[in-house]
């Protein structure tokens, strides 16, 4: 008792001198010197101080600091600045007079260079956006589709009557497509000649989007051309309804949110009957396009990551008859497909700045066609697993790698009054791949990667390096260089009659240029791809009597150029592509090397958008430019000597909102009616003077209409679809 | 014994001593605010914040003053500097203090500011993020005149843009001028802007 009365006095003795220490009792140490970047400009506004202190200061106009403490011994000294890695330094404080520090820039600053060879990206996050998420649905002839945007691009090829990405003189199969880093095994709905497909995915569940026309990371592999990187909604604003009703069908969508977890769901229904009674089209439908899909987003937080799951389920039906050349009462095709999608994929920190990424996708597709006569049924599972591993060292140096594993089981019957077969294949790939990122300084970054892949189904080992390098010329300016190897499988057309391929591959060499300032971009590619071991057979169709090899090859090299402006005409964006290409190979069914009709020479799309404040409305425009393409007239020497005319569409799209959440939609394709040919389709044998004849394949409808009504309910009455238009 | 009775003595005279110091830093902090040197009040916010890492206040004001000024700045590179380190401090403000309402208000604000600055491409980005924010703030702080406040403002313009008439807002802001004549915060360091702009918006706007 009586020890602690003393200490009780002591104490209060001690807290009455401790508040009057600083002016008397402790000695002061005076600490000082200036603060410079790297090449000596002084910084001002540095803050200063001793860590764990109230002990500091700000730098003044000069650079220069000095303030005083009552600290001894070894402290840490602490001098941080905006756009600046943080300085550190542990000294005794008697040592802290007249230093010089100089600070690092930071990396992660907005004006670092980036590494944007081959890439354009569409979202909020990335330094350097080219398009923004609203884009994809908001590009008058995208119609809503994500990959109908995405051909606004330089590097893109206008093959309007198929839909789906053509990349750089690559065939549509050899652009892949991830959401959320997991692969996608068929992304397009399915449709037949002549009529374009869409991407299965509704572009309102990805805020996100990376599209690489070349040269891309060591992560992604089995695409020769160009990948496409969709990355689904973090977390869901808020809870709403949203009600669409359009022309041609409806679509329901719900957000539920809870603590930790959110869920979207997403049904849409598509029926063109109405439509085509109303303007009939160039193919008489027994059954008119229907599809039904279902889409759903399940979030849940936990406290060092985030788990999401994706699930799509879509369901099409039609049957039509097609003009054909050597069939008088035309082609007769129907088409019935279910294909489900799921996709698992978990994102979290380990500690350590470790980073851990994984996940795993499953498709089921079962598709029956019937052609005339022939009924052909295919059933796919596909599934792609992946782990992935991220370490930052520093703002300056990250490290990744992981490995996947692709599985395909694939079978088809295929029967006729005459003949009933079922082939099929499994294959498995299986792969590796580290990369690393090192920034040198905000002007000089390199991207270092490899990739290895076995294929079971071909006992083949192939190993791709991938190097990119980025150097900053200017303040708004920089040059990029990429090189890269890729390998990717025939596709099942093929490895369902012959399993005994190898991979064919390319590679890439890109020189890219891009100045961006105040809303502008200017980006310059020039390119050079040589295509070896291509996929070549002896029959006009792959079929089981042909002989398949290898020997194919070509090459691709061009230029491609995008500029867009949000600047220079207020409540005015627009953006200007134009890609030149010159490509030929042998590949298919080719004879000798030529231009592939999916490849044309020029390409221009110019896209506008107007926002009229009094109309609150927003109006857009695009047009699409395509040069001629290539085809083979049987009645002149040569193979794909000729070309079509060119291609011409301007499309138109006005969104009113007629209240916050209430928005008018409409739009119309191709609204000048240019009479565009895609190719002709010859006849098989000549007619009675020896002469070929042929027909022009001109698209279903010259013109397309939609209108659409969306409503959306939520809480607080603010957010609406307009960013779903 | 002795050992703990230094222990004791050293504790209550560190944290009597850090507590003065506290004050008197919070204090210059807001002088050199007042006195337009609003990035050296920050700094000393930010040196508070080191050495006082279980108090929201510091963070709070860093991030606010971030945010503040960065209305009106139009070098992107500045902007998304200045508000990167703002939303640093956000987060760690709502690390210390959960279910907070002003952190709230000031991270509706933080995305007001990118609206703000390019509406056409943050506009419907952010809206139903800003409207989300000061939802959650006025559950948990129904009568707070800032959360009042800052939502009516928030209401005011989108109703502007959307040319619907803004009575209900108006009762809003009024509804926010009351409850500031009566608000007392916490502590003086504790948030206790908005008065004045209430009204002068008030005036401006609703006659």
């Known amino acids: 008792m009586k020890t602690s009365k003393t200490q009780l006095a002591l104490v209060t003795f001690m807290t009455i001198l401790g508040s009057m220490l600083p002016f008397t009792a402790f000695c002061q140490t005076i600490i000082s010197g200036k603060v410079t970047e790297n090449n000596g400009t002084p910084i001002l506004g540095a803050n200063v101080y001793l860590e764990g202190t109230y002990d500091g200061v700000s730098t003044d106009g000069d650079g220069n600091f000095s303030f005083e403490t009552t600290e001894t011994g070894t402290q840490t000294l602490v001098v941080s600045f905006l756009s600046f890695e943080t300085f550190m330094m542990a000294a005794d404080v008697s040592q802290m007079q007249g230093l010089v520090i100089k600070l690092r820039e930071d990396v992660n600053s907005l004006d670092t260079v980036v590494i944007s060879a081959g890439t354009f990206e569409a979202s909020d996050n990335s330094k350097v956006s080219v398009l923004k998420p609203l884009d994809v649905v908001t590009t008058a002839s995208a119609l809503g589709d994500f990959v109908g945007a995405l051909q606004t691009l330089p590097g893109t090829t206008t093959v309007s009557e198929d839909g789906r990405l053509f990349v750089r003189g690559g065939d549509a199969g050899e652009t892949q497509i991830f959401i959320d880093g997991i692969r996608v095994f068929s992304p397009y709905t399915p449709s037949t000649n002549n009529i374009p497909t869409r991407g299965r995915y509704s572009p309102f569940l990805f805020d996100g989007i990376t599209f690489s026309t070349g040269g891309y990371s060591a992560e992604y592999g089995q695409a020769l051309s160009s990948v496409l990187l969709l990355n689904t909604i973090d977390e869901p604003d808020q809870e709403k309804t949203d009600i669409g009703i359009m022309s041609v069908g409806g679509a329901l969508g719900n957000t539920q949110k809870w603590n930790k977890g959110s869920l979207s769901v997403n049904a849409t229904y598509i029926n063109l009957a109405p439509y085509i009674a109303v303007f009939p089209d160039r193919n008489d439908w027994e059954k008119p396009f229907e599809a039904y899909a279902g889409e759903a987003v399940y979030r849940h937080k936990f406290e060092n990551g985030l788990f999401k799951m994706y699930a799509a389920f879509d369901a099409t039906d039609f049957e039509l008859t097609q003009e054909d050349i050597d069939l008088p009462e035309g082609l007769d095709f129907k088409l019935k497909n279910n294909n489900f999608y799921t996709n698992a994929s978990y994102s979290g920190t380990l500690g350590d700045s470790w980073k851990l990424l994984g996940g795993g996708s499953f498709t089921v597709s079962k598709t029956d066609l019937g052609i005339i006569d022939s009924k052909i049924k295919d059933m796919e599972n596909s599934a792609h697993f992946k782990l992935k591993f991220r370490k930052r060292f520093s703002n300056r140096v990250k490290l990744s790698f992981g490995a996947e594993q692709f599985i395909t089981d694939f079978n088809e019957d295929f029967n006729n009054e005459s003949v009933f077969e079922n082939y099929g294949f499994q294959n498995n790939i299986t792969a590796a791949f580290a990369e690393t990122d090192v920034i040198f300084s905000k002007k000089f970054a390199v991207k270092l990667g490899l990739r290895g892949e076995y294929s079971e189904l071909f006992d083949e080992l192939t190993a791709s390096p991938r190097i990119s390098v980025a150097y900053k010329t200017g303040k708004n300016s920089q040059l990029s260089l990429a090189y890269g190897d890729f390998f990717q499988q025939p596709n099942s057309e093929a490895l369902k009659f012959d399993n005994n391929l190898k991979a064919q591959n390319t590679q890439h060499y890109i020189l890219n240029y891009q100045y961006t300032a105040n809303n502008r971009i200017f980006r310059a590619e020039a390119y050079r791809k040589e295509y070896n071991d291509l996929l070549l057979f002896d029959t006009e169709f792959a079929n089981i009597d042909s002989n398949f090899s290898n020997d194919g090859d070509g090459y691709a090299q061009g230029i491609d150029i995008f500029w867009r402006d949000n600047e220079s005409i207020k409540n005015v964006d627009y953006w200007i592509s134009y890609s030149f290409l010159d490509t030929e190979r042998k590949y298919q069914n080719f004879p000798v090397a030529a231009t592939p009709s999916f490849a044309n020479t020029h390409n221009l799309s110019v896209v506008g958008k107007f926002w009229i404040e009094d109309w609150k409305s927003q109006i857009g425009f695009s047009h699409q430019y395509g040069s001629g393409r290539t085809y083979t007239n049987p009645n002149e020497p040569g193979f794909l000597q000729e070309k079509t005319k060119s291609y011409n569409s301007t499309s138109f799209n006005w969104a009113y909102l007629i209240s916050q959440q209430k928005i008018l939609y409409f739009s119309v394709n191709n609204a000048f009616a240019f009479k565009n040919i895609n190719g002709y389709q010859y006849a098989s044998v000549p007619d009675a003077n020896g002469n070929f004849n042929r027909r022009a394949l001109r698209p279903a409808a010259d013109q397309f209409f939609f209108i659409g009504f969306f409503w959306t309910i939520s809480d607080d009455g603010t957010d609406n679809q307009l960013d779903k238009l | ?207």
């Open chain 2, 1 to 207: 014994m002795k050992k703990l009775t230094l222990l004791i003595i050293a504790l209550v005279s560190f944290t009597g001593f850090s507590q003065s110091k506290y004050e008197d830093g919070m204090r210059k902090a807001f002088e050199l605010w007042k006195a337009e040197k609003h990035w050296e009040a920050a700094n000393l916010f930010e040196r508070i914040a080191a050495a006082d890492p279980e108090n929201w206040l510091p963070p709070y004001y860093i991030a606010q003053i971030n945010v503040v000024y960065s209305f009106g700045e139009k070098d992107e590179t500045k902007l998304t500097a200045q508000l990167g380190k703002a939303k640093e401090y956000i987060n760690a403000a709502k690390a210390i203090s959960k279910d907070n309402a002003e952190i709230l208000v000031l991270d509706a604000l933080w995305h007001t500011a990118w609206v703000a600055y390019d509406g056409q491409q943050y506009g419907m980005k952010y809206s139903p993020k800003v409207a989300q924010l000061y939802q959650q703030a006025l559950q948990l702080a129904p009568d707070n005149p800032h959360v009042v406040f800052g939502k009516a403002e928030w209401d005011m313009g989108s109703a502007q843009f959307f040319g619907q008439p803004l009575d209900p807002y108006c009762k809003d802001i009024q509804r926010a001028i009351e409850l500031f004549s009566t608000f007392k915060p916490e502590s003086e360091f504790h948030p206790s802007y908005g008065e004045s702009r209430a009204k002068s918006l008030s005036e401006k706007t609703c006659k």
